[in-house]
């Protein structure tokens, strides 16, 4: 029956969506935003095989390693020096932006990377630490969030950067209580952030104003979490 001959509303036509991929500029478009850009190759790779099989076929594709790396780099350097340790990341990040053939992945790895920040200010052993670190978001790229922010807070470079690695119970005797740090970084910047949030990303509002994600009592209630982390092999403390 037609709709319109009833007076009730017709449902909403969702927009064709074509896996062809129609000219070369519409796979530059794409690539700028899936990879680290396009070439001539990867352009016309794309428009042979469609959207859908190009992301089958970079799912598939093995990981390249961020540590793999470092430990191929720094063992060649024979001066050891910190800023041959930075210059080794920065290497290895530009290397695999040209030329790592799982492109998918490690866009979604920067991408992640974006939103876990650490730094290895604090760190020695930079490239180590850090490749290790990055590799969390090389294997998470297409996973579960969840196994991500697991996996983020196992590791020793946001432990130390964070500084939750050592994190002691809360004392009510001395009034002790755990460093907050990351607990307080992981409600604003990891997940669900300052404010309640609509679905089209504006703030909710309550007599005008946004509403808070969490308190500062849900801050020292998760910092209790975070407590007896430290080095695997290490003692305690």
Known sequence: MDPAATGSPSAPVAPKV????????????????????????SIAELRQLGYSAWFRQQIALDADYFLDD????????????????????LDSVFEKAQYAPDQLRQRAHYALSQIFAAS???????SYMHAAYKDIMVDNAFGQFRDLLHDVTYNP???TWLTYVGNRK???ISGFAP????????????????????????????????IESYTLGDVVELAKVFTGLYYNGLSFG
């Open 179 to 210: 460093d907050e740090n990351y607990a307080r970084e992981v409600m604003q910047l990891f997940t669900i952030g300052l404010e309640e949030l609509n679905l089209d990303g504006s703030p909710k509002l309550t007599n005008g104003q946004p």
């Open 170 to 172: 809360a004392d009510p």
């Open 120 to 126: 290895t200010q604090v760190i020695q052993r930079k």
């Open 70 to 89: 470092a430990l191929d780099r720094v063992a060649a350097d024979t001066q050891g020096s910190n800023l041959g340790y930075e210059l080794h990341k």
């Open 18 to 41: 074509s896996d062809i991929v129609e000219t070369d500029e519409e796979a530059a478009n794409f690539l700028i935003q899936a990879t680290y850009g396009p070439t001539l190759t």
């Open 157 to 159: 470079l946001m432990g």
